[in-house]
């Protein structure tokens, strides 16, 4: 999802601990879809309970979203509104791939390829109206702001971080840096050991950070630009011309100044651009939100996820773990307060 380029990057590796104090906005939809990927069974069927429904998410908003508040990162989760009509043909896209992928699965399932069936399975994750209810659910329980954008959550946290409401907008995608995103956070919700993707090899996942003005400035362009490069390479808002790449597409802008520019060169026209830049430079944004974390509900979240047949043990622990780090975390902030004033 979104544009890829990670050819262009040079982030900086962090540890969630390098994050003390920070406030983060997280697309939630991108944190959930990689949740519903990752957290499964071998051979490749989700986390699910004796009636059946999925489980997979509301185990990763509960144990990661512990480890990021022990770490003292306070999150607020951005959920994505009614999407543009010009992203129609992308989700179309993904629902056919998602479908193939089903199909591809079952087959591995019947030839009892457990790894091949993992892989073609988390290409089958959707967001089902159950588990878009359960994650606001357990969320509000457990105190976390829950901002529902108008359209794209990536543009909001982008313009949420712009505003200084919050430090970082966390995602996996790019497109943050394409709706002004000051900072971008990319595999906070996912660090550890992962899969490569149609490959037998792992490699380390660790959380990373891009500043955008670093960011510019090292790729000689600005935000503008960035746009245009990624409308010749395609978004999920316009296809764009085949066999042009990020490198590509950057050499092309900086010879040509923008992407009109681009298009006169390379003799062709990308049809409804100006509504594509528009939807990154122009979008609309909610200031309708509040990023105060609320307690959380003790009881209440033990008694959500045990009845979805989670362990009362191991909630209640991951429970505590939160409440003990915001006590921490505010016994630190009070400290450093006092010592101010010495």
């Known amino acids: 999802m979104g544009v890829n380029l990670s050819g262009l990057t040079s982030p900086i590796n962090v540890e969630l601990s390098d994050l003390n104090g920070r406030t983060v906005a997280i697309d939630a939809y991108n944190t959930i879809y990689q949740f519903l990927s990752i957290i499964r069974q071998p051979d490749g069927y989700p986390l699910t309970d004796s009636k059946g429904r999925v489980t997979s998410h509301l185990s990763g908003l509960l144990y990661r979203t512990a480890n990021l508040i022990e770490a003292g990162i306070e999150p607020s989760f951005i959920f994505d509104g009614k999407p543009h009509e010009l992203k129609f043909d992308t989700l179309a896209k993904r629902r056919e791939i998602r479908e193939k992928a089903e199909k591809e699965w079952e087959q591995a399932i019947k030839e009892g390829d ?92 660790k959380t990373e950070i891009i500043d955008s003005k670093e960011f510019f400035d090292e790729l000689g362009i600005t935000r503008e630009q960035l746009v245009d490069v990624c409308i010749l390479m395609g978004t999920d808002f316009n296809p764009g011309i085949s066999g042009i790449g990020p490198k590509k597409g950057l050499k092309l802008i900086k010879d040509h100044g923008d992407l009109e520019g681009a298009m006169r060169h390379l003799e062709v026209d990308i049809p409804g651009y100006q509504e594509v830049r528009d939807i990154f430079l122009n979008g609309t944004y909610s200031d309708d939100y509040d990023i105060k974390a609320k307690e959380i509900d003790r009881d209440a979240v033990v008694e959500y996820l045990v009845d979805y047949g989670f362990s009362k043990d191991r909630v209640s622990s991951a429970v505590s773990k939160i409440e003990n780090a915001r006590k921490n975390n505010k016994a630190k902030r009070l400290q450093k307060s006092l010592d101010a004033w010495f």
């Open 114 to 205: 457990t790894k091949k069936a993992f892989s073609k399975a988390q290409q089958t994750s959707r967001m089902t109206p159950e588990i878009l209810a359960s994650a606001k659910e357990l969320l509000g329980l457990m105190g976390l702001p829950v901002i529902i954008a108008p359209s794209d959550g990536e543009a909001q946290g982008a313009y949420m971080c712009a505003k200084g409401d919050v430090w970082a907008s966390a995602s996996q995608d790019f497109d943050s840096l394409l709706f002004g995103a000051p900072r971008l956070l990319r595999n906070m919700t996912i660090t550890g050991r992962r899969k490569v993707p149609g490959k037998d090899i792992y490699k380390d996942v």
